[in-house]
């Protein structure tokens, strides 16, 4: 079972990904596909590497390409893959960062690949914003910022015709929404 966490960065994705794995390591042969662009981050030793003002298209593509990488490598022995993110994340940020792209026959492809991408996924949980978003040296604490990505997650969720399932509340309340869903 593949699940992906989806949703604006500082949501809470993280933190419920880490708590689903501590709820499900003894029980199921679980892992977890880290948040990529905080891999790709460590890899070049550098925190702030996809940060606005640092950032270039070539950089963004690299993240496409490693959260691939990363689905497929890192979870396909285990009963459950818990991804810290999705590509339409990544498409969304993609869009917002580079509006110039997004006109683009490459940026064409791309949305192809993702959406294509998505039928990986036996679940698509959607973290919404529901609080504060706090700057950690990696994400930004831009509260605008972090709803224009949001709201292009849901553009092209809907686009896409994928329905994710929403998230909310309490971290003991989300983890408890997905047990319900994998016992479902």
Known sequence: MKLALSGAHGTGKTTLVNALYEELKDSRNVEICR??????????????Y????????????????????????????????????????????TDVLFPEFSGTSEFKVISDAVQRWLATYDYI??????????????????????ASIDQKIDEFYLKFGVNPVVITGSVSDRVAQVLRLIAS
Do not use: C, W
């Open 50 to 93: 996809f940060r606005r003002g640092n950032n270039t298209e070539l950089r963004q593509a690299l993240i496409f390409l490693y959260q691939v990488m990363e689905d497929h490598l890192v979870g396909s022995d285990k009963d459950i893959l818990i991804s810290d993110r999705t590509m339409v994340d990544h498409l969304a940020y």
């Open 125 to 146: 949980l959607k973290v919404p914003i529901e609080f504060k978003v706090q700057d950690d040296g990696t994400r930004e604490a831009d509260l605008s910022f972090q």
């Open 35 to 48: 948040e990529v662009p905080r891999v790709i981050g460590e890899v070049v030793g550098d925190r702030e």
